[in-house]
């Protein structure tokens, strides 16, 4: 793994949202899929820049005085403060925006639908064959370390 990951903002914002996915999700009974809301993610992308190294010089971060990560905090065992990413905001207000995301009105949670987790892939794909296979790889691998905690 590279000592710092450096890839575009919206494959950071994409390997998140497929990692919520695939790791921290509730599944509904529908199509969808149900993610935390944006703060729990943000501050997703805090952790892997403290302890993987990823580079989010491109991408908004802000200090959020709510304890919405609570909850992610607790599934993945990695105190995760209030952070809040307009990027993040932003990537998931266009898949609202197109109807492939809903937020729920009482948790904030967002209901994700197969299309959207398909957009993600692309994304990545796309980037990876622009040059950055190695450091997407790396951050889904750094991705993948909090697998093994939300799993148990």
């Known amino acids: ?3 710092k990951i450096s890839v575009p903002t919206r494959s950071i914002l994409a390997a998140i949202v497929l990692w919520a996915v695939e790791e921290v999700s509730e599944k509904t009974s529908g199509s969808g899929i149900i993610i935390p809301n944006e703060v729990a993610l943000s501050s997703m992308i805090v952790v892997l820049k403290r302890q993987h190294g990823l580079d989010t010089q491109d991408v908004s971060i802000r200090a959020d005085i709510g304890e919405h990560a609570r909850e992610l905090s607790e599934k993945i065992g990695v ?20 109807g492939l995301a809903f937020r729920e009105r009482e948790s904030g949670k967002f209901e994700v639908h197969p299309k959207a987790i398909e957009l993600c892939n692309e994304i990545l794909e796309k980037d990876s064959e622009k040059g950055h296979a190695e450091d997407i790889r790396a951050l889904r691998e750094a991705l993948r370390t909090y697998k093994a ?3 148990r």
């Open 149 to 151: 905690i939300v799993r």
């Open 79 to 98: 105190p995760l403060g209030g952070w809040i990413s307009d990027d993040l905001c932003s990537f998931l207000g266009h898949f609202e925006l197109f």
């Open 1 to 3: 793994m590279p000592d």
